[in-house]
């Protein structure tokens, strides 16, 4: 008789190996590879038995081609980041922390679409019937006719959803708790996690059903997160925001029918996520405009402008090797930043500890912040108070030159609907639009700017 054959699989990654061994070499990680069978796990030698393979059609590629159907949720900021609402058919992974707030949002969503006459089934893995019955009366969708379920066998779950007729949602909250009987592993590992996946995303593109996967995130790694399963599905939406901080950020990073760098921004409430409109007004609510080393960023999210305030601490620092400290931004970005104020610009760093901080909790990936975390660390170290009234945005070069971003235009008109009158920025390209009553004071250089904020503020000219 045939030994069983065995492999190891990195629970981060997934890289297989033939061997068990401390860390993966794919990932990095420690103690994250799981012994499983060869004949059920990720590559698995093919049946001993070829089968015959049937010919497919093959279609030109230019032809006729059809708008993707959507079913608006009723949420406004979760269909803007869906590109309109989910499409039938489409599988949408939701990854986020634990406790960040993933059940609450598709709750609500659910209960909107149960409301508009559409069937949706919540299936849990990790919950009683009781308790998702506590937090739907919470957010006041209890009555809203959600069909309900407790299960973690995926068989037992599409038994059931082939009886469920005309099922418009299908939310499995989480992924990681599913288990599948053609899989010899534990529950939440990469072989159950893919298996189970597979399976739904097979019957969500059979019926025309949308599934949402929920699927949590660990700094550990040491169980199969989402982004084992991210390649699998055709919306990847990640659900951010700090414990601290009232506001959650819901951020697509993939999206097969929509862009892919859209964000929505919910307020978290003792009556569920209530929807954020005008996100600008929530992260400048509290600035202080008179101290030194604040400056308010006019960022770009998809196509939704931003408006946040970058704040930064500068002072003298008592130890061999000053503090470099980052929140809600690249640190590699903050280390290039103060690279070229010291080496273009002549500002003196070395010996000075350095915060920097993005008011209200929120993360930046906008390039264009450069310039604003610039002008924010030169006002803290000279002591000058940046105009009230000013954004700044424009990335930064190694040689110190301040280059174009993407649609300044629209970041000025959100500025000038916010109250602000002036923009710091580079300098605008030829036949761009001005917006009425406001004032741009194109930089090109970075030390251009770092002198006029040394002499007494940007209302100074150059001496």
Not at 5 to 28: E, P, T
Not at 289 to 311: D, H, K, N, Y
């Amino acid at each position: 008789m045939a030994k069983a054959r065995s492999q190891f699989i990195c629970q981060n990654c997934g890289s297989v190996y033939s061997r068990w061994s401390g860390k993966c070499d794919g990932c990095g990680e420690w103690n994250t590879l799981v012994e499983e069978n060869v004949d059920t796990g990720v590559a698995a030698a093919p049946g001993r038995r070829a089968a015959k393979g049937r010919a497919i059609e093959l279609l030109p590629l230019a032809g006729e081609i059809a708008e993707a159907p959507r079913v608006p949720t009723g949420l406004g900021e979760l269909d803007r980041v869906t590109g309109g609402g989910f499409v039938p058919g489409s599988a949408i992974l939701v990854g986020g922390d634990p406790g960040i707030g993933k059940s609450t949002l598709l709750t609500q969503a659910a209960a909107e679409l149960a409301r508009a006459g559409r069937k949706v089934v919540y299936v849990s893995g990790e919950e009683s019937p009781a308790q998702i019955r506590l937090r739907a009366q919470r957010l006041k969708a209890a009555e809203a006719g959600i069909s309900l379920a407790a299960e973690t066998n995926v068989e037992n779950i599409l038994a059931t959803l082939a009886d469920a007729a005309d099922t418009a949602l299908v939310i499995i909250d989480s992924i990681q708790t599913l288990w599948t009987d053609t899989v010899e592993s534990a529950p939440g590992t990469v072989t159950q996690v893919r298996s189970c996946a597979q399976a739904l995303i097979r019957h969500a593109k059979k019926t025309g059903t949308a599934v949402v996967l929920v699927g949590h995130v660990t700094k550990e790694g040491q169980i199969a997160g989402p982004r084992v399963v991210e390649h699998m599905v055709d919306a990847v939406l990640y659900f951010e925001g700090e414990r601290g901080h009232h506001f959650r950020i819901l951020r697509a990073v993939k999206n097969r029918f929509g862009p892919a760098d859209e964000i929505g921004v919910f307020e978290m409430t003792g009556a569920g996520l209530s929807q954020v409109a005008n996100p600008s007004q929530l992260f400048l609510g509290e600035r202080s405009s008179s101290a030194p080393g604040a400056a308010v960023f006019a960022g770009m999210e998809g196509t939704r402008t931003v408006l946040v305030e970058i704040q930064a601490l500068v002072a003298p620092s008592a130890l061999g090797t000053p503090r470099r400290a980052v929140v809600g931004w690249d640190n590699a970005r903050l280390s290039m930043v103060l690279a070229v104020l010291e080496a273009r610009c002549g500002v003196r760093l070395g010996a000075h500890d350095v915060y920097l901080n993005v008011a209200g909790g929120y993360r930046i990936t906008d390039p264009a912040a450069d310039l604003a975390a610039a002008a924010a660390l030169v006002s803290s170290l000279s002591g000058q108070a940046l105009p009230a009234d000013a954004v700044y945005f424009g990335e930064l070069s190694l040689s110190g030159a301040v280059r174009p971003v993407i649609q300044p235009d629209q970041r000025l008109k959100e500025a000038a609907k916010l109250g602000f009158a002036s923009a710091i920025m580079p300098p605008p390209r030829e036949g761009a639009a001005s917006v009425k009553d406001f004032e741009c004071n194109p930089v090109s250089e970075l030390a251009d700017l770092v002198a006029r904020i040394a002499v007494g503020g940007l209302d100074n000219e150059e001496q």
